[in-house]
């Protein structure tokens, strides 16, 4: 089946600074990549996804890369504030065969003032 | 348009007991899907139903069921509680591959 795999699993910044937070996959198959933000006590958050026919997607200060040859994929956060503190989990699922998330372990964000 | 809504927010169960959790998807949305979450093991797919029937399973004793109703939403229930049971249950509304998550169902075993 697949397997995610995300790094790092902490990442402290400075305000302002840029996050980047990596993620490879192990299925071929594999076609949809969404971002969650959770924060603390609270349910993972859709923050942007991205799908195997595009290679970039922003929105806004975030942004999501595919590089589907390497079978890799990454978010980026610029311009980071205080309220992006949260962990970020990566994911992988096949459309076409329902929606079953393959989901990374996830990276705990700290932006420090 | 209302969330998705999981009851209830908190269990407190005792071993060898049962539990059934409820799920109420996004109006509109046919596919609810469920996963644990724990901090050793992260977020891990249970099971996912799309128009009453189970269409992706992933590796869970048989403990671990659900069903949905004609209306979509959506139960699970385990059987057997083991203290390992503890965690957080998600269950995701979807239309397409998005999936919305609920608040989740925080279950303790003991």
């Known amino acids: 089946g697949e397997n995610v795999e995300q790094h790092p699993s902490t990442l402290s910044v400075q305000e302002g600074d840029s996050a980047v937070i990596k993620c490879t996959y192990s299925d071929s198959a594999s076609n949809y990549f969404p971002w969650y933000k959770q924060e603390l006590g609270k349910r993972p958050q859709l923050i942007i996804d991205?799908?195997?026919?595009?290679g970039e997607k922003k929105d806004q200060r975030i942004a999501v890369t595919l590089n589907k040859t390497a079978k890799h994929f990454s978010l980026h956060i610029t311009e980071t504030q205080p309220e992006d503190s949260a962990v970020y989990f990566c994911?992988?699922?096949?459309?076409?065969?329902?929606?079953?998330?393959?989901f990374g372990t996830g990276t705990q964000l700290k932006v420090e003032l | 348009k209302a969330g998705v809504t999981q009851t209830p927010r908190y269990l407190i169960k005792t071993r060898g007991q049962q539990v059934t959790l409820s799920c109420s998807p996004i109006?509109?949305?046919?596919?609810v899907s469920w996963y644990q979450q724990t901090p050793g093991q992260g977020l891990q797919f249970l099971f996912e139903?799309?128009?009453?029937?189970?269409?992706n399973k992933g590796n869970f004793p048989g403990r671990f069921s659900g069903r949905q109703f004609s209306n979509s939403r959506s139960e699970m229930n385990v059987s057997t509680l083991e203290l390992g049971d503890s965690a957080l249950y998600l269950c995701?509304?979807?239309?397409?591959?998005?999936?919305?998550f609920g608040q989740g169902t925080r279950l303790t075993v003991v």
């Open positions: 995701a509304s979807s239309l397409g591959p998005e999936a919305f």
């Open positions: 994911a992988a699922s096949r459309t076409g065969g329902g929606n079953k998330l393959t």
């Open positions: 991205i799908r195997s026919n595009v």
């Open positions: 139903y799309f128009s009453e029937t189970q269409r």
């Open positions: 109006s509109g949305h046919r596919s």
